[in-house]
């Protein structure tokens, strides 16, 4: 799969469709299988409490995953994705009940590089708070 996106048809403020990523006690039981983090703040109400933290919390490599689709979807690949980080400032608490939180995410071109890469500023917001910073991808676009 190739970009779909080129350079020279995206200036500096453009933005990316927003979106909003269900986040659910289940997805984390899932994601944990997936990536060995059997962390109990993840999944047990109990100990999450008992640590201090208001409920369960997601993966902090979840919450940025999810982020990243707001890219790799704007982008068409990927695989165009060459440098992305973030800081995690609030954790996304997962209530137990049937809605559980949302993680929901905007984005846009906000600096133009040289030999067709774009940064990309992220906004991941969970229940009114700001749940990463410094979000930032490096694309290669065609």
């Known amino acids: 799969?190739?970009?779909n996106r080129t350079y020279e048809s995206v200036e500096v403020g453009t933005?990316?469709?927003?979106?909003t990523f269900p986040v659910t006690r289940a997805a984390l039981v899932q994601y944990?299988?997936?990536s060995g983090d059997f962390n109990p703040i993840h999944w047990n109400e109990r100990f999450a409490r008992e640590v201090g933290l208001?409920?369960?919390i997601a993966h902090g490599m979840f919450t940025m995953a999810e982020a990243i689709r707001v890219v790799t979807d704007w982008v068409g690949d990927p695989g165009a994705v060459v440098e992305y980080g973030v800081r995690f400032t609030k954790p996304v608490v997962v209530p137990d009940d049937d809605k559980g939180a949302?993680?929901?995410?905007s984005g846009k071109v906000a600096v133009k590089l040289d030999d067709n890469l774009v940064r990309v500023d992220l906004v991941a917001m969970s229940d009114g708070k700001k749940v990463l910073g410094m979000s930032r991808?490096?694309?290669?676009?065609?």
């Open 15 to 19: 933005e990316l469709p927003a979106q």
């Open 1 to 3: 799969m190739t970009a």
């Open 54 to 56: 208001p409920d369960v």
């Open 102 to 105: 949302t993680v929901e995410v």
């Open 137 to 142: 991808a490096v694309v290669r676009l065609a």
């Open 32 to 34: 944990a299988g997936a």
